[in-house]
């Protein structure tokens, strides 16, 4: 009964979708009933066309997510050990920071057209700052009195950066990138809505030309799954991660 | 590692003069820009003996034990340990008043940081689990310190500063965040192994009970000065309310209150 509980709203929600649509409530041409949909997903699957779109997608989510991640940890972890490096570039990331990534497209699309390095270059762009910002500051509030053990009982700098910096900056980390896989989504879906001849954006907009509600209302689905299955599999090695720290350790 | 020497040795007078380190510090200063903290320290601790540090909040007793481990280094003077001026860190070893446990390691990971510059291998883990033992946690070797009590934590702490067998051992005020009782355990616990291995204890603590139940010889640190030397001729183990000590204590608190 407890498990079932938190379903009995969104079933309640598509029971009432799905009879809304029976009695001409709802248009088709508006919001096609819970079964259309369903079908529709079944005919973009059958015919192979929404695993490739789902690939291509997901490739260019995780190529941007790739380079713009890995360029945040780096500068982060940089700028978080060294003063040097962050007195040269923080107030400069943090100005940049200041434009939201997508009002880029534009000039973005002028570099680039509509190839894939736009795609790759916006994603990387969003996802590059809540990384850098969140490794930083991961960086910055490891225990000093830590450090200050691992160098009176002799650690090694390697040693004290895999074994107290580095898992010091974990928690922090891991915010980064969950925030950065929200933004990584967000970002494609933008990306490709505006421009594209593949992926799970375009597989919408060419069903919007042909007024094929249903598949645009699965491209939607799809995106949320996606988004979805990105986060929980950051949790779980999250919580692996930091099995350390009660407040993630499993009851 | 050579332990083995001091398990194979028997007689316990000759473990305590090869396991400990005589400390000789000579006109040693210590200034942070224009304060100095600590003016011309002079000072001879004979190798194992079991010295306590009291002194007023800010007179420089952590200071003096950064000195004396090695983490910063005197403005002026001379630290000698066993005749040696330099070379001489691998030696000591400093126990803070937090454990300052690594949350993210296991208690056995957590001791073998005490063999930092000990080469890899399975003989690190033994050691661990040796000392694990010494500190009556056998059996814990897995939990994360997280789930582990105040005084546990304590213990774990003490454990990694012996695994690596120094010959001085440093305290800073290690057991002023424990409850009464824990205190009165872990303070046996120090007194015993101090006795097992014969190291050179230093320990600095705000509670002169504490100075007389444990030292040999307690060290009044005033302005940055040894303002008093007294030595505490008790038998061990000491038992609490013991007349002499009282008036020991008695002396040190006189004069620590400016009485
Ligand atoms: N790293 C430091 N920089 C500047 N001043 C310091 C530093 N460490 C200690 N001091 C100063 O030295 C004095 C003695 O400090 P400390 O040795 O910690 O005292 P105690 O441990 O006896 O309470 C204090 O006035 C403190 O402010
Ligand atoms: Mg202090």
Redesign the pocket.
Known sequence: MKRALPWIVPLTILLLWQAASQFGLLADQVMPPPTAVAAAFWRVSRSGELLHDIEVSTWRAFAGFAVGGGIGFVLGMLNGLSPVSEKLTDSTLQMVRNIPHLALIPLVILWFGIGEEAKLFLVALGVFFPIYVNTLHGVRSVDRQLLEMGRAYGMSERAIFWRVVFPGALPSIFVGLRYGLGIMWLTLIVAETISASSGIGFMAMNAREFMMVDVVVVSILIYAALGKLADSVARLLERTCLAWNPVYAEA | MNLSIFDTVPDTELRVSSAGSAVSLRGVTKA??A?T?LHGIDLDIPAGQFVAIV??????????LRLLSGLDQPTGGTIEIDGRSSGWRDRTRLMFQEPRLLPWQRVAANVEVGLSHAPRGADRRRLALEAIGQVGLSGREQEWPAILSGGQKQRVALARALVSHPRILAF?EPLGALDALTRIEMQALIEQVWQDKGFTAIV?THDVTEAVALADRILL?DAGRVAMDVAVDLPRPRRHGDPAAAAIEGRILDRLLGR
């Open positions: 942070f820009g304060q903290v002194g007023r909040s800010g007179c420089g007793k952590s200071t003096l800073d600095v640190l």
